[in-house]
């Protein structure tokens, strides 16, 4: 293990103070200092406010090896972040006539004047090393404070990016030599946290706590390994840690280093040469979409059908109409047949049905608000799962996707055969 | 003007520090904030680490009225906001009975068993008060520290922001009385941001930049409009400014105080007892899952298609192959016969089709990627539109869904023969 460095983001804006608008700056940051072994471990928000910029840069430099503040550095009225970083540090502001002639030079590409109004963004902290914006037109800050780092640049994403690797990630190799961080997130579905916790928690002790996260999402679970390795190779012990946990989840572990579940089954069905189609009642087309969203998708998905009234499901899913008398809608049989439905209607290798109770009305004492049928028919029979899922409308609904794809990914891989009837 | 009260939002979670998410949860809370009159100042985000967790509420509560903390009060042992925030008081944790029966009920409604590690959710920071939540199992906190107030909620988004509305709204109503702000939303579709700020920016100087919000989204633009008012009545001042928006706004107004445009286009369609169903390519059941995110959807769409291959169009939809090959899947023609395809499968009064090449790959030099057309099928014939839309695949998707319901809402208010044709 190395030594790992630590930072904060703080982005200043009073945009990101509103109900829209979120700091996404950090995103670029936390990536780049990665690159470096430099692990991010507090993020903040500012308006345009000298003061606060101040104060929360006085409180970072206190407890991090590196602040890295964005925005806030333009020519107009409510660009403050210079005179907070500079009332933080106790310095005053001089003008740079190298940053001034950065910014001429910009205004000269663009084939316009500089305006007066433009000067200010040669005002730098003293003891400042001026960062030169290949991207726009106003120059970053790196200062040094004691053996800490304050790294100051614009809030517009494609320069700062740009600034990030161009002068701080080099700064950075030079003068923290040593680590970087490597991450593989392992991919669950058809699980629940707290079972994957239980599972897993003997790990933490080998591998370190600090290395290991779980993010839940409704269906999904995410594990994220990461570990401090040399610059050069030393990927051996995330290796390790891969192989110790996939020991452990076995089946659950539907992918790796994957963005969604969704991509994963794409995937694993492309691979196979197998196409699918969708019938569903409750997700009201939320699977599709989700599918859909991933470039490519048209490869493996042929279409689907949302029948969000009996008539669909009889006219375009041949559900028949004695089933859904006898049993209702939201039913085993009613599921099966959706499932077998869709592939039969759209000629696809795999069809997947679901139908269920989305809430917040429409439950019965039998049948309550949360209650989901879901199939999926393949080359071998349909299979077939229930749960009352809870959490509300819009959580039932994407825990219902996950299931059916969940169900999918088993059966696809002859791994769910207790599932099966018909 | 009424004194208003200041806040911060803490996040807590160490996925929340990495490469992949953000806190959205602190937009939730500031929106919660905004309907009390207390304004967002700052926004932190720290890692599941008690002594960080610590430190932040140490220091947010020596200069904000509120610090509202959102995640971390799980089960699992990387839950240690608890610990975080009594270490911050330096007050000690025990259990609350009333927390633990909720949790019990909770687990019972789930027809489960309460694990014991669900046990460690009821333990509660020293004289703080427990806060149901009725949708999911970890109770949240209110703690009164002097004068000010430390509100501690778990971090899945529906949970809290139930818990804000039920209860840390009428609580600060309370403790807090006088003013709130005065919020309207006007929600306008089938026109871009830059075209709405040309004819509004004269009413700047009349009601005040700072109450004025324009929100862009690919398809929507939002008119936020706002005012500080007396808790009883006064709100006066907010109808003059929605009433001068309206004069300037005209058709191009699709709702007000609306959560999104495809509640707007349900609710009017409900009223005129009318009856819809999709056909979407592109969009790959994006627009019907958007519209049966809306709790009762299902009184007005009755279903949907999702043709992602020309089989799906022409079997499910009835296009005729002849049109498919002269004119190829996304053109205008291709379109209209969606459109009344789908109104004719499904038997309803509307029908809406869309196709498009959402991109990455699958432009041509004729037909390049963006290109979308969309059609509104209805008792008085077909309504064709179509655009590139920039900004990749899923800016298009959502672009695509915004178009086509904003035609709908036009024709059927009878705002838009100059489309129609058939």
């Given at each position: 293990m190395v030594d790992r460095r630590s930072a904060a983001c703080?982005?200043?804006?009073?945009?990101?103070?509103?109900e829209r608008w979120l700091d996404t700056n950090s995103l670029l940051v936390t990536?780049?200092?990665?690159?470096?072994?430099?692990?991010?471990?507090?993020?903040?928000?500012?308006?345009?406010?000298?003061?606060?910029?101040?104060?929360?840069?006085?409180?970072?430099l206190r407890?991090?090896?590196?602040?890295?503040?964005?925005?806030?550095?333009?020519?107009?009225?409510?660009?403050?972040?210079?005179?907070?970083?500079?009332?933080?540090?106790?310095?005053g502001l001089g003008h740079s006539c190298e940053a001034e002639q950065w910014i001429r030079e910009r205004y000269a590409a663009l084939k316009r004047e500089m305006p007066p109004l433009a000067q200010v963004m040669a005002s730098m902290v003293d003891g400042a090393r001026a960062v030169h914006n290949s991207k726009g037109s106003a120059p970053g800050m790196v200062i040094e404070v004691g053996e800490r780092l304050l790294v100051v640049f614009p809030g517009v994403p494609w320069e700062m990016e740009a600034m990030l690797e161009r002068d701080l990630e080099p700064e950075l190799a030079r003068r923290w030599p040593g680590g970087r961080r490597a991450v593989r997130t392992l991919l669950l579905s058809g699980v629940i946290e707290s079972e994957i916790e239980a599972r897993v928690s003997h790990l933490y002790d080998r591998f370190g706590r600090e290395n290991i996260t779980i993010l839940a999402s409704p269906g999904v679970v995410r594990l994220v390994l990461s570990c401090t390795v040399a610059r050069e190779g030393g990927a051996g012990e995330l290796k390790a840690m891969e192989a110790a946990f996939r020991s452990v989840l076995g089946e659950?572990?539907?992918?790796?280093?994957r963005d969604s579940l969704e991509e994963a089954v794409l995937d694993q069905l492309r691979r196979a040469g197998a196409t699918l189609a969708t019938a569903e009642s409750c997700t009201g087309g939320l699977l599709s979409a989700?599918?859909?969203?991933?470039?490519?998708?048209?490869?493996?998905l042929l279409g689907g059908i949302v029948c969000y009234?009996?008539?669909?499901?009889?006219e375009l899913l041949g559900v028949p109409h004695e089933l859904l008398v006898a049993h209702g809608a939201v039913s085993e049989e009613v599921a099966r047949a959706m499932a077998g439905g869709a592939r039969e209607r759209l000629g696809t290798d795999w069809g997947v049905g679901i139908t269920g109770i989305a809430g917040p009305a429409g439950g019965t004492a039998d049948k309550p608000v949360g209650l989901v049928h879901w199939a999926v028919a393949g080359p071998g029979g349909v299979w077939h799962r229930e749960r009352v899922f809870a959490g509300g409308r819009a959580a039932t609904r994407q825990w219902s996707a996950n299931?059916?794809?969940?169900?999918?990914?088993?059966?696809?891989q002859g791994l769910d055969q207790g599932a099966r009837a018909t």
């Open positions: 703080l982005a200043v804006g009073s945009e990101l103070l509103g990536r780049s200092l990665a690159r470096c072994g430099v692990v991010v471990v507090e993020k903040r928000v500012v308006g345009d406010d000298a003061g606060a910029i101040a104060r929360a840069v006085t409180e970072l407890h991090v090896d590196l602040v890295v503040v964005t925005g806030g550095l333009g020519p107009t009225a409510d660009d403050v972040t210079r005179d907070g970083v500079a009332m933080a540090l106790g310095r659950d572990l539907a992918a790796v280093d989700r599918l859909t969203e991933v470039a490519g998708a048209s490869d493996v009234s009996n008539r669909a499901k009889e299931a059916a794809l969940d169900l999918l990914r088993r059966v696809h």
